[in-house]
């Protein structure tokens, strides 16, 4: 009884944790286990991770581009930005992947005679960068996703809760948290107009997967709590405290993989 009294409140339902948990693995054992264990890193939205200074919005614009793809470990991809309107009619299908698909290492490659797929932003989103790296990274995932063979637990109609979920997997988790229901739009994907997105895990089901991620890669609360708005603190502790009391009996070999 005493146990449970102290024992940290859960966030989101049994179900919707079993899902998270089942869709990590997924995601562990298709998008490289080897890079989210030695190079992927918690992405904070401060100078240390998007440094240097810029004479232009567009400049600003592929500095966030380039660092987002690099921590998402999609340098190799053949993916670009632009603020102008996309004249490509590369898709995802045009892709091929071979067995490694993210890091220094990642083997992709474009059909011949197709050019790089292009994101689009719009200037003005250049003014809230913390959107526009949180659109960046939902698109950069959306691409990782689709491009897949194995579907997610739930198969194709929970490809956008997947997306969501895999931006967490990159890193980006607190960023997601951040912006949840910060701004509305389309969802980001290759050759849409806008990197605004439209968030598919609620602000709990995402600072769920933060804390899944931080408990894995043994990073401590006090270097996230920080950086999150003051009201998803607390759930995000509770996440944290629930996650490390139980995932040593996780019944997912790769999220215990990721821990050894």
Partial sequence: MLANLFSPKA???ENTKNWIHDTFAWAVENFDINVLKNDARLVLPTNDFYPGSV???DEMAQAMFTNTKKYAGM???????TSRAAESQTAIEDLTLGKVVRGDNAE????EGNDALKLGFTPNQVNQPQDLIAGISQALASILVVSNKVLPP???EYLPQAIDLVACFMGFGVIFANTAYQFKGGCGSCNNASLNRQAALTEPETLYALALFCVLKKEPM???KGHLKSHLRKDFVNAYKGIEKSISTSTQPALLAVLN
């Avoid at 340098?75 to 930005?81: E, F, G, H, K, Y």
């Avoid at 992709?108 to 059909?111: G, I, K, T």
């Fill in 11 to 13: 966030i989101i339902d």
């Fill in 55 to 57: 004479s232009s919005i």
């Fill in 75 to 81: 340098q190799q991809w053949p993916v670009q930005i």
């Fill in 108 to 111: 992709v490659a474009l059909s």
């Fill in 154 to 156: 739930g198969g194709k």
């Fill in 222 to 224: 006090k270097n996230v």
